[in-house]
């Protein structure tokens, strides 16, 4: 990659295939394998937007990348460490409950889809929020998603303009996005 524009398109590349597939899932209503993309991706861009001297995804970068580009919403009641247990839960076990929850340093988040006014969502969110003496934390998966896709789009810009000023950006940019031909 020689040029900004190329950059640019690697970004852009990275960040659409993204967006087309959570979509994909999000709109056949498979949040907990959307959320092991979203995760993911949230690994990628916290290393990819990381201090020039990073040179591996970590807790930091993942938080990180959460607290500038997820944690947008004041209705979110989780924050960046919720976050990260939430994600080595599902990544690791496909559940709510990491080792970071089980110690007490983190709550589980329990998500929840549908309109946030119905009855049976206030109910789910009054009894998360009551279970187990406030280890675990209630989350619209459809405002966390929202929130997610905001964020994909400023980081994108962020990169961008972090590979135009240093050149360590764009060789770990190369490194971390590269595309593999058959």
């Known amino acids: 990659m020689s040029s900004s524009s190329d950059y640019k398109k690697s970004i852009n590349d990275f960040c659409e ?14 949040y907990g394998h959307m959320l092991v993309l979203v995760y993911s991706a949230i690994d990628t861009m916290g290393l990819l937007i990381a201090a020039p001297e990073q040179t591996k995804s970590t807790g930091n970068t993942f938080k990180s990348w959460i607290e ?36 007490g340093n983190a709550r589980e988040i329990q998500y929840f889809s549908g309109p946030k006014d119905h009855p049976m969502a206030v109910a789910f969110v009054a009894a998360t929020l009551d279970m187990d003496d406030g280890k675990h934390v209630p989350a619209h998966i459809e405002d966390t998603y929202i929130a997610f896709l905001s964020g994909l789009e400023k980081f994108s810009k962020d990169l961008l303009d972090k590979c135009e000023s240093n050149v360590t950006y764009k060789t770990r940019l190369t490194k971390v996005l590269q595309k593999h031909l058959l």
């Open 68 to 103: 500038k580009y997820l944690l947008t919403n004041p209705e979110f009641e989780f924050n960046a460490v919720d976050v990260w247990a939430a994600r080595c839960s599902v990544l690791h076990t496909f559940s709510s409950e990491s080792d970071l929850s089980k110690a």
């Open 17 to 30: 295939s993204t967006v087309v597939a959570t979509g994909l899932l999000y709109e056949k209503d498979l």
